[in-house]
């Protein structure tokens, strides 16, 4: 996942890079993995909600973020989340 959006020193989401435009240039698709809900797995800065290992919130703004960059797909331990961040990329 890091080539398609990095992580800053502090562990933010960077800037997206142009990994996606490169790889649909060349006829690929990118389907990166294994988003997780799990608060140490997540990204910091995106929206935390109580003091709870299990992050919804914070799951569905980093799915958002990458979905936002053209990725062709996604693959995530938790599917309703992944369902629920697909809705909100569409305008759904």
Known sequence: R???IARTADGRLAAPG???S???ALGLQVVPWTFRPEQPYLP???PISG???RQEAAAV?????YLATGIDGLM????ALGVRALAGASGN
């Not at 703004?61 to 973020?65: D, R, T, V």
């Open 2 to 4: 890091g080539h398609v």
């Open 18 to 20: 142009d990994l996606v």
């Open 22 to 24: 490169r790889a649909h």
């Open 44 to 46: 910091a800065g995106l």
């Open 51 to 53: 003091e709870g290992l």
């Open 61 to 65: 703004a980093e799915m958002q973020a």
């Open 76 to 79: 995530t331990d938790d599917p």
